[in-house]
């Protein structure tokens, strides 16, 4: 069949995912077109021509960003039929673009794409009945690498910058899946607390075509990349005895900063340059409320272990969610400032919004207080509401503000611009933001710390720019 496959956002990066559904889909036989929305036109000819579209919503913005492609699709060429495949495909169950003969799958999504092709190349009635959710066998994945060739070039995306050089990067999968069940995370929703991991030879096979393709820096792209910890170390080896002064970043959870400690300082041998981390919130109701697995002194410990090993830390933040006070969001600020994270952290995180997709696990017992902000006619999709209407419009003005300059490179001056929203809006800040404490300063002054030039997040609403590229 002639199917087009269609990434929408992925943090900034080449899309490894649709480079993998590609190599699948060819090697399978089918006719396949492909298209990164994010920094491509709109393959308006392959949508006309294509007999099934594919869509990757691994995240919030995609799957906004998808329903505009879709939508197009409907409006220039007429209905096709339309897989999403992803973590946030749940969410769409229902929706109005989505048919009978549609295929919504999440998890490990290669069997159902590859069934619904053969379905609708023999021409079979079907009837869709829901999600389609697999976390496949428990033995590590593998199959064709990534199709990295097929995609657009890594010059046409994000760049690590260390200081004053700017490197070119590429995604990597070393797992998939999350072993913690954190009660707003859309992985546990999907994956249940189990990870499954990606075999060590693919692994680094994709490493070595990357860095063919130019990339000096890989961005490890697991949920967290400490869930199978002697797995990592092994990924981390083998990329230094490969390729020699290759440095990397990834994802990894304050509670295993904590618990492996005694790993950051080879990790940052092997080349760990920064790491990522959902710090989330400050206040330890919530943070228990989410089933984090950490406090605030616990991110505290993570900060000063990281630093100690000459590893930067970068926060994602969640500042709103139905349980958010000005208390909080002062308490957020100041962390951030006492633990020297302001140069470290894109002024999109002060804006995030509690997201709900459909299965999350917050759904699955709420609190009252998440009761009262859904209401009786929720979906139980993002549809809460502050019981404080201030507290949500003050989110909106922080959106508002970020949006203006996501790709701004001077994260000291959108936050001052923050604390002081925040302070006009009733925020008990003081007046001078604090100064960095002991071991918790960091070593680099703010324009040296390494970090990927991607500024926007996967959680964060589609920006009025991202739209107008996809929907025309």
């Not at 070393?174 to 249940?192: D, E, K, Q, W």
């Not at 003005?397 to 006009?424: H, N, T, Y």
């Amino acid at each position: 069949m002639r199917v087009l496959c269609l990434s929408t956002y992925e943090l900034g990066q080449q899309p490894v995912g649709l480079g993998a559904e590609v190599a699948l889909l060819e090697a399978a036989g089918h006719e396949v077109s492909a298209a990164d929305l994010s920094v491509e036109a709109f393959p308006a000819e392959a949508a006309a021509a294509a007999e099934a579209v594919v869509f990757s919503v691994t995240m919030h913005t995609a799957t906004e960003l998808s329903l505009q492609a879709a939508r197009r699709i409907t409006d220039q060429s007429g209905k096709r039929p339309f897989a999403f495949l992803g973590l946030y495909a749940p969410v769409l169950d229902g929706h109005e673009l989505v048919g009978d003969q549609d295929l919504l799958a999440a998890g490990e999504t290669g069997e159902a794409l590859l069934g619904w092709l053969e379905a609708l190349e023999a021409g079979a009635s079907r009837a869709r009945s829901g999600v389609e959710v697999s976390i496949g066998r428990p033995r590590p994945l593998s199959g064709p690498l990534p199709a990295r060739r097929r995609l657009p070039p890594l010059e046409r995306y994000a760049r690590y910058l260390e200081k004053d050089r700017a490197i070119l990067v590429a995604g990597v999968e070393t797992t998939r899946g999350c072993n913690h069940s954190c009660r707003h995370c859309p992985v546990a929703a999907i994956y249940g607390g189990r990870s499954r991991a990606v075999e060590l030879e693919a692994v680094l096979a994709d490493v070595d075509q990357a860095v063919s393709l130019g990339a000096g820096h890989i961005s490890f792209l697991d949920p967290d990349f400490l869930n199978r910890p002697r797995h990592a170390m092994a990924v981390a080896a083998g990329l230094a005895a490969r390729h020699p002064g290759l440095s990397f970043d990834a994802t990894i959870k304050i509670e295993h900063l904590n618990r492996h400690r005694e790993l950051l300082e080879p990790l940052a041998g092997y080349g760990l340059s920064f790491v990522t981390s959902a710090f989330e919130s400050t206040d330890d109701r919530v943070l228990a409320l989410l089933d984090k697995g950490h406090t605030a002194a616990g991110a505290r410990q993570a900060v000063a272990a990281c630093r100690r090993a000459g590893i930067e830390i970068r926060p994602s933040w969640l500042p709103f969610n139905p349980w958010t006070t000005l208390s909080s969001l002062a308490s957020l600020l100041d962390f951030a400032a006492r633990a020297d994270l302001v140069a470290s952290t894109d002024a999109v995180q002060y804006s995030i919004r509690l997201l709900l997709p459909t299965g999350s696990l917050l759904l699955r017992e709420p609190d009252p207080v998440l009761e009262a902000a859904l209401g009786p006619e929720s979906t139980g999709n993002s549809s809460w509401r502050h019981s404080e209407p201030a507290i949500d419009a003050l989110q909106a003005e922080v959106a508002a503000l970020v949006a203006r300059e996501p790709a701004s490179s001077d994260p000291v001056g959108s936050f001052e611009a923050i604390w002081r929203l925040m302070a006009k809006a009733g925020a008990p800040l003081p007046r001078e933001i604090p100064q960095p404490e002991g071991e918790l300063a960091s070593h680099l002054a703010a324009g040296e710390r390494p970090r990927l030039t991607e500024a926007w997040f996967c959680c964060a609403e589609p920006t009025a720019a991202q739209l107008e590229a996809v929907s025309g």
